[in-house]
């Protein structure tokens, strides 16, 4: 694993230090091609281990939604199914560390993979979690605000009552057009500080204010093409939650492998005297 700094200062000498900076690269249409081409490539080499991670985070998903209406909580369906797509980087990171060993040619069995990932906790990738969960909650607290003050004389006891009253009420439709906007701005930022920070935090010995930095500056320099990437990914996971989460098995390891592809084509490490 690369480590932020590189060389040493001699005993009674001065020596110039060595420190990693990170280039962001202007990032094309091209580029996402290319980065589907080898996600899906990686997703062939290794169909069996990368499924596995996809049929993981379906069942979880499963059993969230299940939690949610046997608990009477049918309200949260609807904010949950924004919100599932947001955590899948979570969920991927096994998925970045069989790109980073396929991209090497180095061998690698279910051992090393689970080792990396069990390893994480001891790095940056636990504050990680802290900011996602922490945006999550606020999205879920707003959710349940509008929901009380915009259909406060509606009723529902289950998931269908919900969406009658969500769509096909002229309340409804206020609170879904109130939660989009609001929805739609957390999600844009969680989008921002997550989109290669992740696998940067995998593949680099940082701190993750680095590594959301760094996202921040790929999204920000690079805005269109980001968020037609953000597109692609809301899309495809929200399509693969239908036949019962069944199609994130497929989707979830191609676009984590994708986005791996990505981040090493939108951020260049590079050493600089400081």
């Not at 909580?73 to 899948?88: D, G, N, R, Y």
């Not at 991927?92 to 990396?116: C, D, H, K, P």
């Not at 929901?147 to 409804?172: H, K, M, N, P």
């Amino acid at each position: 694993m690369a480590t932020e700094t590189a060389g040493s200062k001699p005993l009674n000498t001065v020596a110039s230090q060595q420190r990693t900076t990170y280039t962001v690269n202007t990032v094309t249409a091209d580029d996402i091609k290319a980065s589907l081409k080898a996600g899906f490539s990686d997703f062939v080499s290794r169909p069996m281990m990368s499924g596995f991670f996809g049929l993981f985070y379906a069942v979880f998903g499963i059993l969230f939604v299940w939690c949610l209406v046997w608990l009477g909580k049918v309200w949260m369906v609807l904010p949950a199914a924004v919100a599932f797509p947001l955590i899948a980087p979570f969920a991927a990171a096994g998925l970045y560390e069989m790109s980073r060993r396929l991209q090497r040619n180095e061998s690698f069995g279910w051992s090393e993979i689970l080792t990396v990932m069990a390893n994480q906790r001891k790095r940056e990738m636990g504050w990680m979690a802290f900011v996602t969960l922490f945006i999550l909650w606020i999205w879920f607290y707003q959710f349940r605000t509008v929901l009380v003050i915009v259909l406060q004389d509606s009723s529902f006891s289950d998931l269908e009552g919900f969406f009658r009253v969500a769509f096909f009420t002229s309340e409804g439709w206020t609170f879904l057009a109130i939660g989009t906007c609001v929805g739609a701005f957390l999600s844009a930022v969680l989008f921002s500080f997550t989109v290669v920070a992740m696998p940067m935090l995998l593949d680099r010995d940082i701190d993750f204010i680095t590594a959301m930095l760094t996202s921040v500056r790929v999204v920000t320099e690079n805005p269109a093409v980001m968020l037609a990437w953000a597109a692609i990914i809301t899309v495809t996971m929200l399509l693969s939650l239908v036949p019962a989460f069944l199609g994130l098995i497929f989707t979830l390891p191609i676009l984590g492998h994708t986005t791996w592809h990505l981040y090493q084509r939108a951020v260049t490490p590079t050493l600089a005297n400081g």
